[in-house]
């Protein structure tokens, strides 16, 4: 078995810590850092160093918990299931100002690494403007069942998708979605996938207990082998939850991995597709593209930064 940590998961940059470890001698026992050595250098170099020692370790241990290790890399798809993809990608229903964001929030890539297949059946959770859903629903149409999981107040997302027949008319069905009151997905083991995209910081804003709801309505909801992804605005390593999402709409990538586990998921993999390094993690995300809702003063600044720094997380149902 090959253990390789390039870089944690929960950094952005490997340009002020090139650090690799790796073991690579078939006995399958995963590379230890001894704990002296972290707090040296935390006493030496400050909570800098120490962050970044933690961050290098919590991917070790999150592959602990698998039978393979987890991966920072998109697992590669079948070519048939790529071309689909792509073409829901890049339909001509999608409006120009949904494709210009494809640079920050790369769905093609971010599809695939939670191994999407075009027969799942598969639930989005509070869709907000539909942003993934004009793409979901092409993508499952002919095999397979989008269920969408939005507030009985969405009279928007209810519009967009009664304009629309051709694209929207295969979804299976949209279900009543509004935590904590609403929870429920479904019948149990009946789901191969639930999505959220940048939804949790919202839950946790309501209170930690309708995050944890949440987290557990996709577990029930999902098969064994199911799929849940996580992607989320990214505050510092080890901040405070509560505090990040109510002043920033961010959560820090730790405290959503500790959830997952504590729900009773494992952790298939971790990935760097929607990072964003000139993001310094401390910006209120509204101040950033796309809302831009500081100042004028700031915009050009804003801008030069791009949209927000993201995890891309995938759970497993064991």
């Known amino acids: 078995m090959r253990w390789s940590s390039r870089c944690s998961p929960i950094a952005r940059s490997c340009s002020q810590s090139n650090a690799t470890v790796t073991a690579e001698d078939g006995s399958g026992t995963a590379p230890t850092l001894g704990f002296g050595v972290v707090l040296n250098a935390h006493r030496q170099e400050g909570r800098t160093m120490f962050r970044r020692t933690c961050k290098l370790l919590i991917p070790l241990l999150a592959a602990l918990l698998l039978p393979v290790a987890a991966s920072a890399a998109p697992a590669s798809a079948p070519d048939s299931t790529t071309a689909a993809l792509q073409q829901a990608v890049n339909g001509h229903w999608r ?5 210009a964001r494809d640079k920050y929030r790369h769905p093609l890539e971010t599809l695939q690494f939670f191994g999407i297949k075009p027969n799942m059946t598969v639930i989005e959770l509070a869709p907000g403007g539909g942003w993934y859903t004009e793409i979901l629903a092409p993508f499952l149409h002919a095999h397979g069942h989008l269920i969408e ?22 979804i299976a069905k949209v279900i009543p979605f509004a935590p904590p009151e609403q929870v429920k997905l479904g019948a149990d083991h009946s789901a191969d996938m639930v999505l959220t995209f940048r939804n949790t910081h919202d839950w946790l804003n309501h209170s930690p207990a309708t995050l944890d709801a949440v987290f557990k309505a996709a577990f029930n909801v999902l098969k064994l082998g199911g799929v849940f992804g996580v992607t989320e605005h990214r505050a510092k390593p080890f901040a405070d939850g509560v505090e990040s999402a109510g002043a920033l709409h961010r959560l820090p990538e730790d405290y959503l991995i500790a959830l997952a586990l504590k729900t009773g998921f494992r952790v298939a993999g971790v990935s760097q597709i929607n990072a964003n390094p000139n993001d310094p993690e401390d910006i209120n995300v509204h101040r950033l593209p796309p809302d831009l809702s500081g100042p004028d003063g700031e915009h050009a600044q804003m801008k030069a930064i791009g949209e927000s720094d993201r995890m891309t997380l995938k759970f497993v149902k064991p």
Do not use: E, I, T
């Open 95 to 99: 409006s120009d100002a949904n494709r």
């Open 149 to 170: 999981a939005a507030p009985p107040s969405a009279a928007k997302f209810a519009a967009k998708l009664k304009a629309d027949p051709a694209v929207y008319g295969h």
